[in-house]
Antibody, heavy 121, light 107 residues
Framework: EVQLVESGGGLVKPGGSLRLSCAASGFTFSSYSMNWVRQAPGKGLEWVSSISSSSSYIYYADSVKGRFTISRDNAKNSLYLQMNSLRAEDTAVYYC??????????????WGQGTLVTVSS | DIQMTQSPSSLSASVGDRVTITCRASQSISIYLNWYQQKPGKAPKLLIYAASSLQSGVPSRFSGSGSGTDFTLTISSLQPEDFATYYCQQSYSTPTTFGPGTKVDIK
């Protein structure tokens, strides 16, 4: 069974740091690009960052550029998101998602269950 | 960035109804459009990719159509498990962007 399990969320003060992890299983992790997508409480989905299979290509949303760092360890089947200089507006459930590419673009499937990050003093 | 809009923002429908949700892109995105379903407290689930391709395991009552800037998700006969929020997503250019969502609830 293809599975993604996020961890590392929690309560952090503004300006603080947190590292999220996403453990992958049931597929060849090293063959896929991976993404982080977040959802603020009661709000819609916002793409955060993506990383290609070999880490050659990395992209960030403008809202997190310079503060967040995406990385992966293919030997450990794991995806990470290092979040620094956290702000209240970063409060959200963070999902990791596998990316498929094909005719007609790219799509995310599956998604992990999410981990909640709360930034508050 | 490409802006995505959805209409309606919410709708009330009955079991058995035909439901149509519209997604519009701020510029042409060919068929680079996906649809997701999200239930409360759960992760999004892929329904349709590349505008009209049904994801494996998704019931055939779901269908997608469109190209360019205008797209449609149709549920041919609404079932109790379909009450959820639906999001469109464009993958034509980075950053990928999502629509604001359409909440489908029980009439």
């Amino acid at each position: 069974e293809v599975q993604l399990v996020e961890s590392g969320g929690g309560l952090v003060k503004p300006g603080g740091s947190l590292r999220l992890s996403c453990a992958a299983s049931g597929f060849t992790f090293s063959s896929y690009s991976m993404n982080w997508v977040r959802q603020a409480p009661g709000k819609g989905l916002e793409w955060v960052s993506s990383i290609s299979s070999s880490s050659s290509y990395i992209y960030y949303a403008d809202s997190v550029k310079g503060r967040f760092t995406i990385s992966r360890d293919n030997a450990k089947n794991s995806l990470y998101l290092q979040m620094n200089s956290l702000r209240a507006e970063d409060t959200a459930v963070y999902y990791c998602a596998r990316e498929f590419s094909g005719y007609g673009g790219n799509w995310f499937d599956p998604w992990g269950q999410g981990t909640l990050v709360t930034v508050s003093s | 960035d490409i802006q995505m809009t959805q209409s309606p923002s919410s709708l009330s429908a009955s079991v058995g109804d035909r439901v149509t949700i519209t997604c519009r892109a701020s510029q042409s995105i060919s068929i680079y459009l996906n649809w997701y379903q999200q239930k409360p407290g759960k992760a999004p689930k892929l329904l349709i990719y590349a505008a009209s391709s049904l994801q494996s395991g998704v019931p055939s009552r779901f269908s997608g159509s469109g190209s360019g800037t205008d797209f449609t998700l149709t549920i041919s006969s609404l079932q109790p498990e379909d009450f959820a929020t639906y999001y469109c997503q464009q993958s034509y250019s980075t950053p990928t962007t999502f629509g604001p969502g359409t909440k489908v609830d029980i009439k």
